[in-house]
């Protein structure tokens, strides 16, 4: 077997970020697609059954390829999973803001203005002229808040189950254990 390396990890990590980006980059936009639906019950219903498919999925996806990482090479430690995990967690990350911000700003514009619209003539009753300005603003730069948001969300779910998976998956008692011994 192969010596695990630095080099390795991110090779295989960007990989496997390409399957998590373009799972999550997916569900962005057949999301997107469900919205413009005439049914607004069966829209919510499939929606949240996409979005519980996506992060169970997820999770057993990362689970598979920490296992396969361990089982393919040799001396891998819980800091190589670590590693391992929180760069999938990075690049997949930035795959899945960059699929927001397009779906948000180029593929599907008209759906962000008719939420805008929506809500300031639900809530232009109660808000003052400052307060609609900024809304006002906000829709112009909705794109990058999504895009933004998006990549901080990402990266940090991926982050914090890459380091609760690396623990367990190398048998330790908890993520905060120095000692690599498998």
């Not at 008719?114 to 009753?125: E, R």
């Not at 008692?173 to 120095?178: A, E, G, M, P, R």
């Amino acid at each position: 077997m192969e010596k695990i390396d630095s080099k390795i990890i991110s090779s295989e990590a960007a990989k496997t970020a390409l399957v998590f980006g373009a799972i999550s980059g997916g569900y962005i936009f057949i999301s997107q697609l469900l919205a413009q639906a005439e049914s607004q019950l069966l829209v919510s219903a499939v929606s949240g059954i996409l979005w519980l498919g996506k992060l169970v999925g997820c999770i057993l996806l990362m689970r598979f390829f920490m296992k396969k990482l361990l089982g393919s090479y040799e001396g891998v430690s819980r800091q190589n999973l670590l590693a391992y995990g929180t760069q999938i967690a990075l690049f997949s990350a930035i795959i899945t803001a960059a699929c927001s911000y397009i779906a948000v700003q180029y593929v599907f514009p008209g759906q962000t203005k008719d939420i805008f619209d929506t809500v300031l003539q639900t809530y232009s009753g109660m808000m003052d002229s400052n307060s609609l300005a900024q809304l006002d603003k906000m829709e112009g730069n909705f794109g990058v808040i999504s895009l933004v948001s998006n990549l901080i969300w990402c990266f940090v779910y991926g982050w914090i189950l890459s380091s609760i998976m690396s623990s367990s998956l190398v048998r330790k008692k908890n993520i905060f254990d120095d000692d690599d011994d498998i």
